[in-house]
């Protein structure tokens, strides 16, 4: 087991929340001429052809043979909720902007963290109870602006924010799902086995073909998504096993910034490509909130312990 060394395991965790703020922009300029399915088995494909060869090279393969019959159907319900969450992802970023996107998904841990406690029967602490209450708090100041819309209208904007909560929901299938798994088998084995269900199941969807399309940007950005894939779960599988679990999540929650903050940056070097991202004051304080909130759940104990 991995020695445990907080600054190694912050440099990783922050380089997962870089990485993952990213890639909604990435993935916006993919979707330009690619869909969804294509562009997620495309991120799959080269996902297991890398973890493959870098556990092939460490002799840590998965033995499938372990499986069993009920990890066998474990293991597609956790295939099947990741490869519903990056199809879901990209769906909806063709309504709507990365920064959108990305602060919805912070529902996924906090959605996680009451299907924990209703499944497996893990109690819930104070400091979860009033980050879910900021967290909900940060969403209404995030959508201020556009509240109406959401609850009175199906447009385009609310299928958009529709599809991005399934995106967190199916999240949480896999998660629970590996969560289990991890009786058995370490996180970059289950990933492996997981990614090559997932490239599997979506090839029947995809139409590589559509990467002929591509302008030298879009298939930059295509580039960019598959190394993502790897690099950011690399470094969060690597960032869990040389730091707390709770520390490392309230690092992550860090990406929806890390989006804002690249989506502004981009609109200002490439304004044809990137659209700034369209908050007003309150909307900015929501991010915040949204962000403080989640992570307020992963180490508020720790803070009202010194208190």
């Not at 949480?172 to 009786?183: C, E, G, S, W």
């Amino acid at each position: 087991m991995p020695q445990q060394n907080p600054a190694l395991g912050m440099s990783l965790a922050l380089i997962t929340a870089v990485f993952w703020g990213a890639l909604p922009i990435a993935m916006k300029q993919a979707v330009e001429v690619m869909d969804p399915f294509t562009i997620v088995w495309y991120r799959f494909l080269t996902a297991s052809i890398g973890l493959g060869l870098w556990l092939g090279f460490r002799r840590q393969l998965p033995a499938v043979s372990r499986l069993g019959g009920l990890g066998a159907v474990i293991l597609l319900i956790a295939s099947i909720g990741l490869a519903g969450n990056f199809v879901l992802f990209n769906s909806a970023l063709e309504y709507l902007n990365p920064p959108v996107v990305q602060v919805i998904i912070q529902l996924a841990p906090v959605m996680l963290l009451l299907a924990s406690a209703w499944l497996f029967k893990e109690s819930l602490g104070r400091h979860q109870i009033l980050g879910v209450v900021g967290l909900l708090t940060g969403l209404l100041l995030f959508f201020n602006e556009r509240l109406l819309e959401l609850f009175t209208s199906l447009s385009s904007y609310t299928t958009g924010v529709l599809l991005a909560v399934m995106a967190a929901l199916v999240w949480v299938v896999y998660a629970l799902a590996q969560k289990r798994m991890l009786r058995q088998y370490n996180s970059p084995q289950i990933l492996l086995m997981i990614y090559m269900i997932c490239a599997i199941m979506l090839t029947p969807a995809a139409s590589p073909e559509q990467i002929l399309l591509m302008d030298t940007r879009q298939l930059g950005m295509l580039l960019f998504c598959c190394i993502n894939t790897l690099v950011g779960y690399g470094a969060f599988a690597e960032a869990m096993a040389r730091w707390q679990a709770s520390q490392v999540s309230a690092v992550i929650t860090l990406a929806p910034l890390f989006t804002i903050v690249f989506v502004d940056l981009a609109s200002l070097v490439w304004p044809a490509y990137v659209v700034p991202a369209e908050l007003n004051g309150l909307g900015y304080l929501g991010a915040c909130v949204v962000v403080g909130s989640a992570m307020f759940s992963a180490i508020g104990h720790r803070l009202m312990r010194r208190r």
